[in-house]
C-alpha cells in the first residue's frame, strides 16, 4: 500500500523558488550566438560606469519555450576594488523593464564569478519576440568604488551566449519516467538511465531470500550479503543469502541473457525487475554490475524499522555508467590523518553510490619502507593501504595514489635526508637532472604500486611547478620544454615498469609564456600512453582543452571538476555543482574514459563531511550525467543520504547543506568562505588591523553573519531530529555553522571591545576609564565560551574523521588569546579605576586599536624579480607635515613571498626619511609594517612619495595590497 506522504515529492521534479530553471532544461538546451548590436570583436569595450548601459541582441527560437537563459561572464568588475556591484538587465530600452536583478556583492571577485552563472530569464521572453526572433537586453551594473565593463562577444574567447530549451517529445518522456519516481518517493542516487514505473507494489517476505544464481562467485555473494545488511539496517526484515530455487516474492541475483541489458559491452551495467506478484531480478553481465544493482534496490525500500514486509514498486530499470572510471580525489596532505575505519566508511558509502575508484593525494604521506624518515604521524603505511585496498576491492572500488613527484615537493624535501634533490636548493621542486632523484622516485612509486595492488594507475601530480622549475646550472642547459619532457616521460617509464599506466595533471599558466601550457606546448614530445587528468575547478560555459588533449595524440583524458572547498569553511555548491555537471557533460560528448571530481585542502575550517553533497552529486553525474534537477537531486539526498522525507526536504538540503548564507542581503558579502576561514582562523591580536580597520564593511555585516548563521543552525536541528543516518555530516556541518558564527562574532565583539578601549584612553576620570575598560572585558567574555564550543567539534573532527589538528590548535589558542585579553581588561579596569595605572598600553599592543587604512599600491608577478625592484606609492595629500605613516605589505595571492629590505619617504623627489629593516609578507608576515616621518617643513602642496625596495622570493608569482595605516 502507498503511504500517502510519497506524493509530494512530485514537486521535487520542478526547480525551487530560488533555483533557476536551468536546472531543470538546462541539459536540453541549445546555445545560440548573439546579433548585431551586441559588441563583437576583440577585449572589451572599455570604462563603463556605473548605471550606464550596453545593449545587447539575442535570438529568440519558435516553439514550446520551457527555459531562456543568458550567459555573461563577460561582464566583469573593472579594477575589482570597489566595495559593491550588482547586475541588472533590462529589456527593450535603457530604462525598460527588469528581468534580472543579481544579488548585490561585496568584492569584484565575487560579481565575477556570479556573473558566469546563468541567468533565468524565461518568464520575460514574451510571444512578440519569438514571431520577432529576437529580444533586446541592456546590461547595466549598479557599482560603488569601481567601474564594470563587458568584453566583446568573441567565440575564441569571451562569450555573450543565450541559451534555449524548446519542449520534444523525448524529453517529455524523460521527465514523465523523473516525476513518476518522485511521486513513488523513489530516491535512487545515481538516478538511472531508464526507468519504466509498472503498477503496484511488491511486499518482501519478513525473511526474503536473496538467491544467488548458477555461477555465482565470492563476489556475487559479497553483494547479496551486502544487500540483506542494508535491508535488515531499514526495516524490521530478517533476509537470508541461499543458492535455491526462489519461490514468489523473494530476490535472485543472476548473470544476464541476451538482450536484457543497454548498451553491449559497457562494465558495470546491470537490470532491476521488480514484479509485484514475481519478485525482484537483479541481472548484469558482470559482478560489479549485478553488485550496483543490488546497491539501486536498496534505495528503493523506503526506511521503515518497524516493518517486516518492505515493499518495493514495480518498475524496471536498465542502467549503465557514463563514464567507466568514476573516481574522487581524497586529499590527505594538508594535515589530514588516514583513519582506517574512516576511510572504509568513505569507501563503503561512495561505492554504494556506483564510484569505483579512489585518488589519495600524497606528499610526505606514506611511510616508505626504505625511506622510514617519510610520512607524516596519522597518515598512510604500508599497512594501512594493503588493509584498505583489500577492502575497496569488496566493493569493486580501486584505490589508487598519488604522489607529487615535480613540484608541490615541499613536504616532502624538507627531510635533510633528501636535501639534495632539491631543485636549485628550493624544495618546491624535484632536480630533474639529479640522477639520485630518478632512484628516490623509482623507489617510492614500486613501492606505491606494491602497496595499492588494485588499480591500473599510478598518478604522478606534476602540477604547479613551473616557477621553480629549472634553475640549477645543469638544468638550465636544455630547454624549460626538453626538461619539461624529460621529466615525463622518466616518470611515465617508472609506471610503464610497474605495468601502470600514468595520470598526471597538465600544466597550466606559470609565471612567463614558456612556463605556461608546458604539456599541450610540448605535447608533440610527450609520451602519449598516459593520461592527463584535466582540471578545471569554475564551471566555464565550455570545455575546449578536452580535444586539444585528445587531438595531441594522448591515449585519453580526464575530466576532473570539483567539490570547491579548498582551505575555507564551507563548499561552494554552485559552483561545484556547475562545474561537475558541465566538465562531466562535456566529457561524456567526446567519450572520455574517466572523471573524478576532486577535493582539495581539508584544513582552514574544511572539513571532509560537509561535502558529501557534492561526492553525491559527482556520483550522480558520473554515472547518468545528472539527468534531473538540483532540486531533485537535494529531494533524493535528503531521503538517501539523511533518511530524510516529507515535503520541503529539498528546501531545508538547499538552505541549510548548499547554500547556508544566503545570496542577497547583508550577509551575501560572507559568501566568499574563503575569507570567512582567513578571518576565523587569524589571532586575535592581528583581526582589527587585518579585517575591521582594512574594510569597516565588515564589522557593519557581522551581525547580518551571525543572523543567517543562527538561521541555518535552526533548519540544521530540523533536519537533525528528522534524520536517519548521516549524523556525522550533520554534526561536521554543525560544526562549520559553528564556525560561520564565530567569525560573525568575533568581529562584533573586537569591535566593541576596541570603542571601549579607545573611550578609556580618552576619558576624564579613572572612574570612566575604568568603567569603559570593564565594560570591554565584559563584552569579550561570552567569545571565550563560544571557542570552548567549537574546539570540541574540531576535537571530534580529529578523533574521528582524519581532520588536521592545526585548525583546533588554532581556535584553542584564540580562546587562550580571549581569555587572556579579557582578564588584562579586568585587572585595568582596576588599576585604572584605583589609580594605580596613569597611562594605558597602546592599543595596537592589545589589538584594540582603532583607525583607518587606505590603500595606495599593489604589487603582481607582471612586477616580480627575484633580482629586486621597486615599488613607488603616492601619497600627496594623503601625509601631513610632521606626520608618521606607516606603510603596510600584505600579500594576498600566489606561490611565491615578497621580501622588502627599505622604504623610503620622498619630498618633491628628494629622500627626506627611511626605515631599513627586512620584512616579508607571504604564508605570514614578519617586519611588514614600515614608519617614515614627514617633515614639519613640507610644503602644503609638495609632491610626497613613498619607495619600497623588494624583491619575489622563490619565484615571480606574487601579488598583493600596499597600505597607509593611520591609528586613532
Not at 510519497?6 to 526547480?15: D, H, M, R
Not at 561526492?615 to 534537477?629: F, I, M, P, Q
Not at 589558542?813 to 582578564?823: G, M, P, R
Not at 579596569?829 to 589609580?835: C, E, P, T, Y
Amino acid at each position: 500500500m502507498l503511504r500517502v506522504w510519497l506524493v509530494v515529492f512530485a514537486v521535487g521534479l520542478l526547480p525551487r523558488a530560488d533555483a533557476s530553471t536551468w536546472d531543470t532544461w538546462g541539459e536540453y538546451a541549445t546555445r545560440l550566438e548573439p546579433l548585431e548590436p551586441t559588441p563583437m570583436g576583440d577585449g572589451h569595450v572599455g570604462v563603463v560606469k556605473s548605471g550606464d548601459t550596453v545593449q545587447l541582441r539575442v535570438p529568440v527560437p519558435q516553439g514550446h519555450l520551457l527555459g531562456y537563459w543568458l550567459s555573461l561572464g563577460n561582464v566583469v568588475a573593472y579594477t575589482g576594488k570597489g566595495t559593491s556591484y550588482q547586475l541588472v538587465l533590462r529589456r527593450d530600452a535603457p530604462d525598460g523593464p527588469v528581468i534580472y536583478e543579481g544579488p548585490t556583492l561585496a568584492s569584484g571577485e565575487q560579481f565575477n564569478a556570479d556573473n558566469r552563472e546563468v541567468k533565468d530569464i524565461t518568464a520575460h521572453v514574451t510571444a512578440e519576440d519569438q514571431r520577432k526572433g529576437s529580444l533586446d537586453v541592456w546590461a547595466t551594473a549598479k557599482v560603488v568604488g569601481d567601474d564594470w565593463t563587458i568584453y566583446r562577444h568573441n567565440p575564441q574567447g569571451r562569450e555573450v551566449v543565450a541559451f534555449a530549451a524548446v519542449a520534444s517529445a523525448e524529453l517529455e518522456a524523460k521527465l514523465a519516467a523523473a516525476k513518476s519516481l518522485a511521486q513513488l518517493g523513489v530516491a535512487i542516487i545515481p538516478m538511472p538511465q531508464e526507468v519504466k514505473v509498472g503498477e503496484g507494489q511488491l511486499r518482501l517476505s519478513p525473511t526474503p531470500r536473496i538467491v544467488l544464481g548458477s555461477g555465482a562467485d565470492e563476489q556475487d555473494a559479497f553483494a547479496a550479503q551486502d544487500l540483506a545488511e542494508q535491508i535488515a539496517a531499514k526495516t524490521a526484515a530478517k533476509p537470508v543469502v541461499v543458492r535455491e530455487k526462489p519461490p514468489a516474492g523473494h530476490i535472485v541475483i543472476r548473470a544476464a541473457k541476451a538482450g536484457e541489458l543497454g548498451p553491449p559491452g559497457v562494465p558495470g551495467q546491470y537490470a532491476l525487475k521488480v514484479a509485484a506478484d514475481a519478485g525482484v531480478e537483479i541481472i548484469a553481465a558482470d559482478a560489479a554490475g549485478r553488485f550496483y544493482g543490488a546497491q539501486t534496490l536498496a534505495q528503493l525500500i523506503a526506511d521503515e524499522k518497524t516493518d517486516p514486509r518492505p515493499q518495493v514498486p514495480a518498475l524496471t530499470i536498465r542502467d549503465w555508467p557514463a563514464f567507466p572510471v568514476r573516481s574522487f580525489q581524497y586529499d590527505i596532505a594538508r594535515g589530514n590523518t588516514v583513519d582506517v575505519e574512516f576511510c572504509k566508511h568513505v569507501i563503503r558509502d561512495l561505492a554504494r553510490y556506483k564510484l569505483n575508484d579512489i585518488l589519495f593525494y600524497l606528499e610526505d604521506d606514506f611511510r616508505f619502507t626504505k625511506y622510514p624518515f617519510t610520512g607524516r604521524p596519522g597518515t598512510f603505511t604500508p599497512e594501512k593501504a594493503k588493509v584498505l585496498s583489500d577492502y575497496a576491492r569488496q566493493y569493486h572500488m580501486t584505490l589508487t595514489p598519488q604522489f607529487e613527484a615535480l613540484g608541490h615537493a615541499s613536504a616532502l624535501l624538507s627531510h635533510p635526508e633528501l636535501a639534495d634533490l632539491r631543485e636549485a636548493g628550493n624544495s618546491w621542486v624535484f632536480c630533474t637532472s639529479n640522477p639520485r632523484t630518478w632512484e628516490f622516485l623509482g623507489d617510492v612509486f614500486a613501492e606505491l604500486a606494491a602497496c595499492f595492488p588494485n588499480s591500473p594507475y599510478l598518478h604522478v601530480g606534476a602540477d604547479e611547478f613551473e616557477g621553480a622549475f629549472g634553475l640549477c646550472d645543469q638544468c638550465k642547459t636544455k630547454s624549460v620544454g626538453a626538461l619539461y619532457v624529460e621529466h615525463m616521460t622518466r616518470l611515465n617509464d617508472i609506471c610503464r615498469s610497474l605495468d601502470r599506466t600514468m595520470l598526471f595533471w597538465p600544466s597550466h599558466g606559470g609565471p612567463t609564456p614558456d612556463l605556461s601550457y608546458m604539456t599541450l606546448s610540448n605535447a608533440a614530445a610527450m609520451p602519449h600512453d598516459c593520461i592527463p587528468t584535466e582540471w578545471i575547478y569554475h564551471g566555464p560555459p565550455s570545455y575546449p582543452e578536452i580535444a586539444q588533449y585528445q587531438e595531441a595524440g594522448f591515449r585519453d583524458v580526464w575530466v576532473c571538476p570539483a567539490v570547491n572547498d579548498w582551505f575555507m569553511v564551507w563548499p561552494d555548491y554552485p559552483t561545484s555543482f556547475r562545474g561537475i555537471r558541465g566538465f562531466y557533460r562535456a566529457g561524456a560528448a567526446r567519450k572520455v574514459g574517466g572523471a573524478c571530481t576532486t577535493t582539495w585542502g581539508l584544513m582552514r575550517g574544511s572539513l571532509f563531511e560537509t561535502s558529501w553533497l557534492g561526492l553525491c552529486y559527482a556520483a550522480e553525474c558520473g554515472w547518468s550525467l545528472g539527468s534531473t534537477s538540483v532540486s531533485d537531486f537535494e529531494r533524493r539526498f535528503a531521503a538517501s543520504w539523511l533518511g530524510v522525507r516529507g515535503e520541503g526536504s529539498e528546501q531545508l538540503v538547499a538552505d541549510t547543506l548548499a547554500e547556508p548564507v544566503p545570496s542577497t542581503g547583508p550577509a551575501a558579502r560572507w559568501r566568499d568562505y574563503s575569507a570567512l576561514s582567513n578571518l576565523l582562523l587569524t589571532p586575535l591580536k592581528d583581526t582589527q588591523r587585518q579585517y575591521a580597520l582594512k574594510d569597516p564593511t565588515m564589522v557593519a555585516s557581522a551581525p547580518a553573519l551571525v543572523d543567517a548563521a543562527d538561521a541555518a543552525l535552526g533548519r540544521l536541528k530540523a533536519l537533525e531530529s528528522a534524520a536517519l543516518r548521516g549524523k556525522d555530516t550533520l554534526a561536521a556541518s554543525r560544526t562549520c555553522l559553528g564556525m560561520i558564527r564565530l567569525a560573525g562574532l568575533k568581529l562584533q565583539a573586537l569591535d566593541g571591545a576596541s570603542r571601549r578601549y579607545s573611550e578609556a584612553s580618552r576619558a576624564q576620570s579613572p572612574a570612566d576609564a575604568g568603567k569603559a575598560l570593564r565594560e570591554a572585558a565584559e563584552g569579550l567574555a561570552p567569545l571565550g565560551a563560544e571557542y570552548d564550543g567549537l574546539a570540541q567539534g574540531l576535537d571530534y573532527a580529529v578523533a574521528h574523521w582524519g581532520a588536521s589538528d592545526e585548525d583546533l590548535k588554532a581556535i584553542q589558542n584564540q580562546a587562550a588569546e580571549v581569555k587572556d585579553l579579557t582578564a588584562k581588561l579586568g585587572a585595568l579596569a582596576d588599576d585604572v579605576a584605583a589609580g594605580r595605572a596613569a597611562q594605558l598600553p597602546p592599543a595596537e599592543q592589545l589589538g584594540l586599536q582603532r583607525g583607518v587604512y587606505t590603500r595606495i599600491a599593489q604589487w603582481a608577478p607582471a612586477h616580480c624579480s627575484e633580482e629586486g625592484f621597486e615599488i613607488r606609492a603616492d601619497l600627496t595629500g594623503k601625509v601631513k607635515p610632521g606626520e608618521s605613516a606607516t606603510v603596510e605589505f600584505e600579500y594576498t595571492s600566489g606561490a611565491h613571498a615578497l621580501r622588502i629590505s627599505r622604504v623610503a619617504l620622498l619630498v618633491n623627489g628628494q629622500e627626506v626619511a627611511v626605515d631599513e629593516h627586512d620584512g616579508i609578507t607571504g604564508a605570514s608576515n614578519q617586519g611588514n609594517r614600515y614608519h617614515v616621518t614627514a617633515p614639519k617643513e613640507v610644503a602644503p602642496d609638495a609632491e610626497i612619495e613613498v619607495v619600497a625596495s623588494a624583491r619575489s622570493w622563490g619565484g615571480n608569482d606574487s601579488a598583493g595590497t600596499i597600505w597607509l595605516a593611520r591609528d586613532e
